[in-house]
């Protein structure tokens, strides 16, 4: 059974492009970990500093896995986490 993480995070219209580009980054990397079967980020139109993320994974270990990376705890945890205003997480499952 998948899993899946859609995340909204939302920053500073001024720190839109650090977390774009820490996004972006990430898109290149998360594909190279064993357990990861997709990673989207997507910015939101119509407001500035907004993004959506959608993972997926073979199951929570593999998410869990996931955050232990460096390049989560650079990009992610180093970079994003700290401009946010605002985050959200949805955990889901394959029914």
């Not at 998948?2 to 290149?28: G, I, N, S």
């Not at 990397?29 to 139109?45: G, I, K, Q």
Request: proline share 5%.
């Amino acid at each position: 059974m998948a899993f899946a993480v859609v995340a909204q995070y939302q920053c500073a219209p001024a720190d839109a492009d650090t977390v774009r580009d820490a996004l972006r980054k990430m898109r290149e990397l998360v594909p190279s970990e064993p357990a990861n079967l997709a990673y989207e980020a997507h910015e939101v139109v119509d407001r500035p500093g907004a993004f959506v993320l959608y993972e997926r994974y073979t199951d929570r270990a593999g998410f869990e896995a996931h955050k232990e990376t460096e390049h989560f705890a650079e990009l992610i945890r180093g970079t994003v986490f700290p401009l946010l205003k605002e985050r959200n997480i949805t955990f889901a499952e394959t029914i």
